[in-house]
Each structure stands twice: as structure tokens, then as C-alpha cells.
């Protein structure tokens, strides 16, 4: 299999997770965010499609990560509608890992080209790659907080989580 068929079979795999992700957290704040992220990856699948074919495709940035910290704004309002059980913090970090593993994919192919409008696409699935994974990972530390930190309140400092 090709790099190129390979970047495009994960961001096939990212709509499936992502789509199952929003059917999983339909009662949730979650929702919204997993079907804006399944979207963008279906997006990004086309757009390496359209690269393997030769046809012309269009770089536009749909505000991902505006959109997402549009949802999140009012973080103290949708905590309590974040599921966190552990298996949860299982899945953010799968995701997260899924996402690094696609920007990192598409940072190989960048420097293996030569060609400027594939410098351009690629730059611009690895931007659109790390604010998917910055928001998989602020899900996870979010989620896996309290299994990380004990302390006792009277005690120390604390970062506000």
C-alpha cells in the first residue's frame, strides 16, 4: 500500500471512529464536537483523493478549531456532560493518537516532495491534524485527571483543571 493510500485509508478510519464517537455520546456536549471532527476528517479524504486522482481539489480551512473552542467556551457549563468513566479516557487517547499518527504521516510526505501544491496540501492536513489531536488530548487530561492527581485540597498547589 502506498503513503498516500495509507493516509487516506486513516482518514477513513477517523470518519468511522468519530461518527461511532458522536452515536456513542449522543445524549452528551460531546456529540457535537465528535461529528465536527468525523466532517473534517471526511474532508481531508476526499481532498487526498482527489490528489491520487490528479483532479482539482480546494484547501480551506473550516475553522475546526474555532468551532470546537466556540463548544468548549463555556468549559464549567458541559463538565458535568463529559462521560468519564475510564474507559472514556481510553478512547480521547486512542483518538489522540490516531491524530499525531496521521500528522506525523503527512510530515513524511511533505518532505518527500518536491511539488509546491503538495507542500501546501500536506502543511495544511498537519495543521488541521494537531488542533484535531489538541482537542483529543484536552478531552483526555480532562477526563483522566482524576487518575493522575491525588491531593489533598489543604495541601500544595494546584493547576486548575
Excluded: C
Excluded at 482539482?56 to 463548544?71: F, T, W
Amino acid at each position: 500500500m502506498g503513503i498516500l493510500s495509507q493516509a487516506i485509508r486513516i482518514q477513513q478510519d477517523g470518519v468511522r471512529f468519530y461518527s461511532d464517537q458522536a452515536e456513542k455520546n449522543a445524549n452528551t456536549a460531546l456529540r457535537d464536537v465528535f461529528t465536527l471532527l468525523a466532517e473534517d476528517e471526511k474532508r481531508h479524504a476526499m481532498i487526498l483523493q482527489a490528489t491520487r486522482e490528479g483532479s482539482p481539489y480546494e484547501l480551506r480551512d473550516d475553522g475546526i478549531g474555532e468551532k470546537v473552542a466556540n463548544l468548549f467556551e463555556s468549559m464549567e457549563s458541559i463538565k458535568q456532560a463529559i462521560p468519564a468513566p475510564t474507559e472514556q479516557a481510553d478512547v480521547y487517547y486512542a483518538a489522540w493518537e490516531m491524530e499525531k499518527k496521521a500528522a506525523s504521516l503527512y510530515e513524511q510526505l511533505l518532505t518527500q516532495t518536491d511539488n509546491p501544491d503538495d507542500k501546501a496540501l500536506y502543511a495544511f492536513l498537519i495543521d488541521q491534524e494537531q488542533i484535531h489531536a489538541q482537542v483529543m488530548e484536552q478531552l483526555y487530561r480532562h477526563v483522566n485527571r482524576p487518575n493522575e492527581w491525588v491531593e489533598a485540597a489543604e495541601f500544595g498547589l494546584r493547576e486548575e483543571y
